[in-house]
Structure formats: structure tokens, C-alpha cells
């Protein structure tokens, strides 16, 4: 183990020299950008190695970097504006800039003291800094929008009252969401060229005007590709790590490059996608905010599909302000969407949240939740405290069956419905079934799928009728409403209080909207989050109880070496 450690630290010293010479200071250029070497691949097999000795670990990797993606293709188109932000400028601004929700960032701008230039710079910074460090890097970003900077020059010229508090503010992307300008992958070698449209809620997000910043890795195929792997792993990717723990706690998935930018502040805000536990999981992983809205309470449009039954994307943040903002800048009535709706929750419903109490409020909580968690029963005498009802519930156990059967069935047809209707390069991606892309995997299974590919194949072996998928969909969104609906009626409950993504498949079958927040830190420093779970369309109900929470607990913190 120490000869390991010590193969690791000259790796991290080779690497950091390399980029202390690239890139803080420019003084010595290269005779043209494509001559810029910013990051150099490393014998990853060191690292790997080392976690499977760590003995917190629970993850067994087989691979870190991306086979595939060369960072130095990602990062040399933005190399010189970025470069040209000092340290200097970056020290100046960070007091300004880190840790400030969007209120605060947008009355900075009003004010003169910051541009949404020097905003987007200053992620930027962060990115490549931390990111072309072998030491330091979460495998996160895996593509940039070449134009950011161009484009947040125009929106400070732009600038004008009564702009959507978007307007302006650097938003990453899970890369399973539609985006010109920029691949859609999903995570998968077959999609790396993938070009399709903006899907409906990046259209919303441009039109209010944020900026999209760029692409993060994820769980390839929205983790549902391989039984038993890792979870933030893409073969296009690699293995996204957290920043918590870099190979010691999980990511979790499958919006893991959204939970982990979140954390190491790489943007104001990003945007997940769920089916069941996609947003919550990784979001609770990575200490931030999190939110799985209702079913068609945003549009599915233009996301590489699991299920159209379950799937939904939703915002991931520091904060539950900047929240509730990016959930509202993303609503809107798709008409090629038919699970859809144009729910209005009112103008400026996301304003003020901070200043929600919890007394006189009701909250569920479960009795082996209770008994089994530490930080779990804290943090209800903690809201208790405040004035909250506590109603220990004790639910009776609900069977899923057949809730593997409904995405496997799904995704057999919405992923070829999506091949059809968003690929622009058809002839290039030459797939247009699910057997397809596990024919083309098998032809080299090592690279494309070394974890291999067992949820697919249970999709291509899984023989349940129409009529039979049917009648699971009815039962499992009757019993698990009944599930929540059933206490929260008897009680008259606000809201039912949960770790994590424990009763996510409850909530994704009932199609029931659920928010994660920061509740603590293990021993071990591992993230814990609480997570609230409300009735269809409760988001502002669930987003106002979030809030006082947050305003009461204030745990969350940044991980150490991403300050």
C-alpha cells in the first residue's frame, strides 16, 4: 500500500507541475491553439488499485479515465479567454461569486460590481483547475459550450429590468439532454456523435436567457445499461468521482456529473433527469439540493429516454432558492409531450422562500428510519423543535412487482422513438433499436461495455404483454399513491420525511414530486440528505418547507479541497 501511495503522489506532482505551467501563467504560448497540451493521460490502474484497498470504499472500479475522451479536445477552445482571468481577478472575484445564490449574484450585477461575463470566467476557472488536475478531477465536465463567454458578453449588453432571474447565469447540463452545439452521448460510445436539437427545457432555459455552460458525464444510458456497476460511469465519460471522497464514497446516479459539479461549484445551477432515484441519489451523494418534480410538470422533449411513464428531469443546486428559479425557468407546456402539463404556479412563486417558518407544520416520519438513523432522528426533533407536529408512520410494505418490466419494456420503445425523431445524423450513429446498440457494444466489449450490459439484455428478454404492462402501471401508481396518501390524509401531513433516495421507486411509480436537501455528514464525512416527498404539483408547497429547513440546519458545506 505504500508503494502505491508513493506511484500516486509522483503521478499527482508530474501532473500538477504540467498544468501549473500550462495554465495559471500564459506568459509562454503555444505557436497555435491546437498545440496547447493541457492535460496528459495517466496509468490510472495506480488509482484504481488504491480504492480497492481503501477500506470505506464500496465501489470496485475497473477503470477511472475515459478510454475515449481526450480533455484536451473539451478544454483548448475556451483556453484563452479563460486563461486570460488572473488569479488575481479570481481571488477578487470568489467572495463575490462562491457559495451566492442567484438573488444575491443578480443584485451584484445590478449594482456594477460583477458582469455575467466575470460569472461564467470564474466557473471556468474553477473547471480547469480542478478538472485537468489528475489529482483533483471528478470526471465531471465532459463538454463546454464553445460560445459561453461570447454569449455572456451579450447578455451584460443586453441586460435589462424585468429579466428572469436565469437571465445570465452559467447552467451545466446531465448529458442526456439535448443541446446544439454540443454531442448528446448519454454516456455511450455508439451516441458520441450524436447531434441532436435543444431539447424543450433547454429552448426554455435559452429563452430566459441562461447560459449553458456545458455537458457533465453521467451513468451511461441514465444507469440502465449494467447490473452491479458503478454508478457514475460512462464509456465515454469515465468514472465520475465525488468530491466528498474521490474514490472512496459514491457519485450516486445516474445524474452524477450534475450532483458533483453541484458540489465543487462549477456552475450556478444544473439540471438532472430522474426515473427512479436519479436526482436524489446523486444529489444526497454530493450534499446539494434536488428536486424530482411531478410527472409532466417539465417536458421530457429531446432527452435520451428510459421510461416516458417515469422519466422527468429536474434541477440540481446548492440552494433551494436557486432551486425553485431553475425549476421555474424550465416549465412550459410541451405539445410533443403528452404526459405535459402548463402548470402555472404564479409570477414570482419562487421569491421569498427564506423567509418560510416550519411551526404549526406536519410532518410523517418512518418509525425504522427512526430507530436505524442518528442523523435522521436529529434532525425531526430539530424541526420538532420549531414548532412541527412529528407523526411517527409506519406504512404498510407495498410489493413493486413488475417495475423493472415497465422501464424495460419502455425504454424497447422510447429509445428507438427517440433515435427517430432527434438524431439529425442518422448515418452516422447507424443504430435504431436497443438490439442494435448491443450488437454494436459486443463488438468490443472491453472498451464499450466492460462492466457488461445486463439491464439490456433483460429489456431484450423481458416477455411481458402489453396488456400485462398495463395493469402494472395501474397497480403500482394505485398502491404507491395509497402508500403515501393513506398517512398523509389520516394526519393531515405537509409533507413525509425520508433519506435520501430510500423511497424513490415509491414516489416515481406514484409520480409524486420529492426534494432532497442536506441533512449532514457521516462519521466518515459522507453526505446524508433529507428528503421531503409531497403530492402531485405540491413543488412550491415542498420547495417553501425545504427552505425553512435549510434556514434552520444550515449543515452543508463545501468539500474541503474544492474551497
Not at 316 to 341: C, F, Q, W, Y
Not at 344 to 350: C, E, P, R, T, V
Amino acid at each position: 500500500m505504500e508503494e502505491i501511495n508513493k506511484r500516486i503522489k509522483g503521478i499527482r506532482l508530474l501532473a500538477l507541475a504540467a498544468l501549473a505551467m500550462s495554465f495559471w501563467s500564459c506568459k509562454q504560448q503555444a505557436s497555435s491553439e491546437s498545440d496547447v497540451v493541457l492535460w496528459i493521460p495517466y496509468n490510472d490502474s495506480v488509482e484504481v488499485a488504491a480504492n480497492q484497498d481503501h477500506e470505506n470504499s464500496r465501489m470496485r472500479y475497473k477503470l477511472i479515465q475515459s478510454k475515449i475522451l481526450d480533455k484536451n479536445d473539451v478544454f483548448r477552445p475556451l483556453y484563452e479567454e479563460v486563461s486570460s482571468l488572473t488569479k488575481e481577478d479570481y481571488e477578487r472575484l470568489k467572495p463575490l461569486i462562491l457559495d451566492k445564490d442567484i438573488p444575491v449574484l443578480q443584485a451584484a450585477v445590478a449594482e456594477g460590481k460583477l458582469t455575467y461575463e466575470e460569472i461564467v470566467l470564474f466557473y471556468l476557472k474553477r473547471i480547469y483547475s480542478y478538472e485537468l488536475d489528475n489529482s483533483t478531477t471528478l470526471n465531471t465536465v465532459i463538454a463546454l459550450n464553445e460560445k459561453v463567454v461570447e454569449e455572456a458578453r451579450l447578455r451584460d449588453k443586453e441586460r435589462r429590468e424585468g429579466n428572469h432571474p436565469i437571465y445570465g447565469m452559467p447552467v451545466l447540463l446531465k448529458d442526456n439532454i439535448g443541446t446544439e452545439g454540443m454531442n448528446t452521448t448519454a454516456g455511450a460510445l455508439i451516441f458520441q456523435e450524436n447531434s441532436a436539437p435543444d431539447a424543450f427545457i433547454v429552448r426554455q432555459l435559452k429563452t430566459r436567457g441562461a447560459l449553458i455552460l456545458g455537458k457533465v458525464n453521467l451513468s451511461e444510458w441514465a444507469y440502465y445499461l449494467c447490473d452491479g456497476c458503478p454508478v457514475g460511469y460512462s464509456a465515454y465519460g469515465g468514472q465520475t468521482l465525488n468530491p466528498y471522497g474521490r474514490r472512496v464514497f459514491e457519485t450516486g446516479g445516474s445524474s452524477s456529473g450534475s450532483g458533483t459539479s453541484m458540489a465543487a461549484h462549477y456552475a450556478v445551477a444544473a439540471v438532472g433527469t430522474e426515473t427512479s432515484g436519479s436526482i436524489l441519489s446523486p444529489s444526497s451523494q454530493n450534499s446539494v439540493v434536488g428536486l424530482k418534480p411531478t410527472i409532466g410538470l417539465l417536458s421530457r422533449s429531446g432527452i435520451v429516454p428510459i421510461s416516458s411513464t417515469l422519466d422527468t428531469p429536474g434541477p440540481m443546486t446548492r440552494n433551494i432558492t436557486d432551486n425553485a428559479i431553475l425549476l421555474d425557468a424550465m416549465m412550459g407546456k410541451d405539445p410533443e409531450d403528452r404526459s405535459s402539463v402548463g402548470k402555472d404556479f404564479g409570477k414570482g412563486w419562487y421569491q421569498g422562500l427564506s423567509s418560510n417558518e416550519l411551526k404549526g407544520k406536519r410532518f410523517g416520519v418512518f418509525s425504522n428510519l427512526m430507530e436505524g438513523d442518528s442523523i435522521y432522528r436529529q434532525t425531526v426533533e430539530l424541526i420538532r423543535s420549531e414548532g412541527s407536529e412529528i407523526i411517527v408512520i409506519d406504512p404498510p410494505r407495498v410489493p413493486l412487482d413488475g417495475f423493472l418490466s415497465i422501464l424495460n419494456l419502455d425504454m424497447k420503445e422510447d429509445l428507438p422513438s427517440y433515435i427517430e425523431q432527434n438524431i439529425k445524423n442518422i448515418e452516422v450513429i447507424k443504430v435504431k433499436t436497443v438490439a442494435d446498440i448491443m450488437n454494436y457494444n459486443l463488438q468490443d466489449s472491453l472498451t464499450r461495455i466492460p462492466y457488461g450490459q445486463g439491464r439490456f439484455e433483460a429489456i431484450a428478454s423481458d416477455s411481458t404483454s402489453a396488456e400485462e404492462l398495463q395493469s402494472i402501471k395501474k397497480t403500482l401508481e394505485e398502491d404507491t399513491r395509497a402508500f403515501f396518501n393513506a398517512a398523509m390524509g389520516a394526519h393531515d401531513l405537509d409533507a413525509i420525511l425520508s433519506i435520501n433516495n430510500y423511497h424513490a421507486a415509491y414516489a416515481a411509480a406514484a409520480k409524486y414530486p420529492a426534494l432532497t436537501v442536506p441533512m449532514g455528514y457521516k462519521l466518515s464525512g459522507e453526505p446524508i440528505s433529507l428528503t421531503f416527498i409531497g403530492r402531485q404539483f405540491e413543488e412550491p408547497k415542498l420547495l417553501r418547507l425545504g427552505a425553512a429547513y435549510e434556514k434552520i440546519s444550515k449543515v452543508r458545506k463545501t468539500p474541503e479541497n474544492y474551497k
